[in-house]
């Protein structure tokens, strides 16, 4: 009886050191037991899932061009397990292909062939066991038409997270020059003919996928990589559910995520009050104030935060704010000892990447922060300087913003603006891009690495 009961208790402890079996979400299906994305990731990617489809940028920096398209919009930017997204098609009324890929890493190929379907004018799309959580392009093919994308974001918002990724959906919006205007020009490319509000029932220019391609995906690949274990959203999903944050380690945006709404900001601050860090891989972030319509379809009403009607500059947050554009400069690492560009081992500076839009803590209210980098400029120039900060809170949240949306697209040399990186630039950055990542998955990032003041607080 003894020696039964020895042998139930070693096997009792044994089966504690072993690792936890997956753990399925029980509407969808979906694997949720940490180191999920390390397994999803093992699977095959298909290697010719942009194949025809070049990445094209948003208005923002180029005129869209008439082409004969087959393109199309969900009636969400994003679903969870229990919602479904009806996609409406533009450009065709023959059946069309739709193929269903997730994006990730993938052995370096970038997405997996989820599966495919056929529609004509509509279709609806409802998450299953085979959609795990994700950012997704849905490839719209048709004979004789140029092909494109659709994202959508599928998302787990109850699951526990070391980080929670938003899409930045209302700035791809804000840019997206379909119909002839957005909000910043009109179909004669002039800032006077600008539309007010934008719609989200439309489809997006250029290659279709918004700025995913460009500003958001570099990104993810690495994260899904290093297998974080991650949660996807977009910034309507952070604007309408303030438990977001409240089960994740970190928030972390990309490259371009410059249009907040006031319930979004109260999110991410409130998160940064109680210890979730934030990391902000971009520049001109959070700078524009926008309203959403009850159906979260239509966004209008722009305004800076800084504007005197509502003297809420994002710098009080971020450390750092949105200072100007049209910059190409280097980064000039402030001391390449301290975290995290130590990873470096010496390089005291990274070419090209501060611009097209860079911010600066040096001219706007805000915390006491650490300089990681600064823009260069000669002895004999006279203008403001942009600047990488980062700081601790009180909570133990760490707070970077890199302050350049050259940031993220730099990793696969694939920036608007002309910006063009080597080799060594494009992997000097993927570097930086994982120890900020790998540190800030785990909480307490601003009681590990302990900022040092180099800029006083302003007010």
């Known amino acids: ?5 020895r042998r139930l208790l070693a096997l009792i402890l ?21 180191g999920w ?15 025809s489809i070049p990445v094209k940028m948003s208005a923002d920096y180029s005129r869209r061009k008439s082409a004969g398209r087959i393109e199309g919009y969900f009636s969400r930017t994003s679903v969870v397990c229990d919602q479904s997204a009806i996609l409406t098609i533009v450009g065709d009324s023959h059946e069309i292909s739709i193929s269903i890929f997730r994006t990730g890493y993938y052995n370096g190929i970038g997405a997996r062939l989820i599966s495919k379907a056929r529609a004509t004018k509509t279709w609806k799309f409802r998450p299953d066991k085979l959609t795990p959580p994700g950012q997704y392009l849905f490839r719209l093919d048709s004979p004789g038409k140029v092909s494109s994308f659709i994202p959508l974001t599928i998302s787990n918002p109850g699951a526990p997270s070391e980080i929670t990724f938003v899409s930045s959906v209302l700035t791809w919006q804000s840019y997206n020059q379909w119909g002839g205007k957005s909000l910043y020009k009109g179909e004669d490319a002039a800032r006077e003919t600008r539309a007010e509000k934008v719609s989200f029932n439309r489809p997006y220019d250029g290659d279709g996928a918004g700025q995913v391609r460009y500003m958001e995906l570099p990104l993810l690949k690495i994260v899904e990589k290093l297998g974080i274990n991650i949660n996807y959203a977009t910034d309507i999903d952070l604007d309408s559910n303030p438990s977001l944050l409240s089960k994740t380690n970190a928030v972390l945006f990309g490259g371009h995520s410059e249009y907040w709404t006031i319930k979004m900001r109260e999110s991410v601050e409130k998160a940064i009050a109680n210890g979730v860090n934030l990391i902000v891989l971009g520049g001109n972030t959070a700078y524009n104030k926008t309203t959403l319509t009850p159906d979260k379809r239509t966004m209008s009403e722009i305004v800076t935060w800084r504007d005197p009607s509502i003297n809420k500059p994002e710098s009080t947050f971020l450390g750092s704010q949105y ?11 402030t001391n390449p ?15 090209g990447v501060m611009g097209n839009e860079v911010d600066s803590p040096l001219y706007s209210p805000g915390p006491a922060v650490e300089s990681l980098g600064a823009m260069n400029i000669l002895p004999t120039e006279k203008r403001k300087v942009a600047i990488s900060t980062y700081y601790s809170t009180p909570s133990g ?8 949306n050259g940031w993220v697209c730099a990793i696969e040399n694939i920036c608007p603006w002309g910006h063009k990186f080597d080799k060594e630039s494009a992997a000097q950055i993927s570097t930086i891009t994982v120890e900020i990542l790998k540190a800030g998955a785990r909480p307490n990032l601003g009681k590990k690495h302990l900022a040092i003041t180099d800029i006083l607080a302003r007010s």
């Open 1 to 5: 009886m003894v020696t039964s009961m």
């Open 14 to 34: 044994l089966m504690g050191l072993m690792p936890a079996p997956a753990v399925a979400n029980p509407e969808c299906g979906w694997d949720t037991q940490s």
């Open 37 to 51: 994305v390390a397994r999803e990731n093992k699977k095959a990617g298909a290697s010719n899932w942009a194949q």
């Open 323 to 333: 200072l100007t554009l049209g910059v190409h400069r280097d980064l000039v690492i």
């Open 337 to 351: 000892g301290r975290w995290p560009f130590n990873t470096l081992k010496g390089v005291t500076k990274i070419d």
């Open 397 to 404: 949240a760490g707070v970077i913003n890199m302050g350049t």
